[in-house]
């Protein structure tokens, strides 16, 4: 009996110790060692005692990397927009597809050495600057205005100071915030160059007027003037005949006396 179940355990370790492993360039099949496919071909028939591994290559849409005794190619991988993901480089035969985060995005979940999942950068807030721009594999980082600064949209990578209203006939019309800009009043200034402009205009109209008047009342003064400044001349009705004869005799004979004026 111990001699039998001797024999029993010695066949199997023979069995293995005659069974030598595969070679790197190698897979097995049942008890033999066949050739691998290369890169971008895959097994149709395995290897026999008088052939070698039958390989054809990869379809469509499928690829391998290595050397290998796949009976299938590995499937191309397929770069999800809704993951925030785009197509950096293009599947082949030998090569799988390489997917990147989108622009304005970052990595959440790597697979491998690729990104399997993007998020959108964080959007900084009116009032708040960038401090750290966003990249591939980081998110933004945002950080509030300092005092009397602003900043309009979250974009901009330093606030900008506030206005100072100290310039000529400016007031101050609304105080700054951390999203918008202090407002300035320049009302007075365009109310001093339009009454300027007033005066400087009545300045120049009357003197020319209050000159054509004086003009106007020189000229109706003058004996050559127009007709309106003469005296109209109205005239007379002829004189009585016997009362000038008369007046003639009594010039002549101052002592005498004038006859009664006696008419027929």
């Not at 082949?92 to 690729?114: A, L, M």
């Not at 990104?115 to 009116?126: D, I, K, L, S, V």
């Not at 003009?215 to 050559?224: E, L």
Request: aromatic share 6%; charged share 20%; hydrophobic share 30%.
């Amino acid at each position: 009996m111990s001699l039998t179940l001797y024999l029993l355990l010695l066949g199997p370790l023979r069995c293995s110790l005659a069974a030598a492993p595969c070679k790197e360039e190698e897979y097995p099949v049942g008890a033999e060692c066949c050739p691998k496919c290369g890169p971008g071909y895959r097994v149709q028939e395995a290897c026999g005692e008088l052939t070698g591994t039958l390989c054809v290559p990869c379809d469509p849409g499928t690829y391998t990397a290595h050397l290998n005794g796949l009976s299938e190619c590995l499937q191309c991988r397929v770069c999800d927009p809704a993951m925030g993901l785009v197509t950096r480089r293009q599947c082949s035969r030998t090569e799988n597809t390489v997917c990147v985060c989108d622009q304005g995005h970052f990595c959440v979940s790597e697979s491998g050495d690729d990104c399997a999942e993007c998020r959108p950068h964080t959007a900084c807030r009116p009032g708040q600057r960038v401090q750290q721009r966003g990249t591939e594999w980081q998110d933004r980082v945002c950080e509030d205005c300092p005092p009397e600064t602003f900043s309009p949209s979250g974009t901009l990578e330093e606030c900008q100071p506030w206005t100072r209203c100290n310039g000529p006939f400016q007031s101050l019309l609304n105080a700054g915030t951390s999203s918008s800009d202090v407002k300035c009043s320049s009302w007075s200034l365009s109310l001093f160059v339009g009454l300027t402009f007033s005066v400087l205009l009545l300045g120049g109209i009357i003197p020319i007027v209050v000159w054509l008047l004086r003009k106007r009342m020189k000229t109706r003064r003058s004996p050559g003037g127009p007709a309106k400044g003469r005296l109209l001349q109205v005239p007379q009705a002829p004189p009585d005949v016997t009362t000038v004869a008369l007046e003639e005799t009594a010039s002549v004979f101052p002592g005498r006396d004038q006859p009664t004026d006696r008419r027929l």
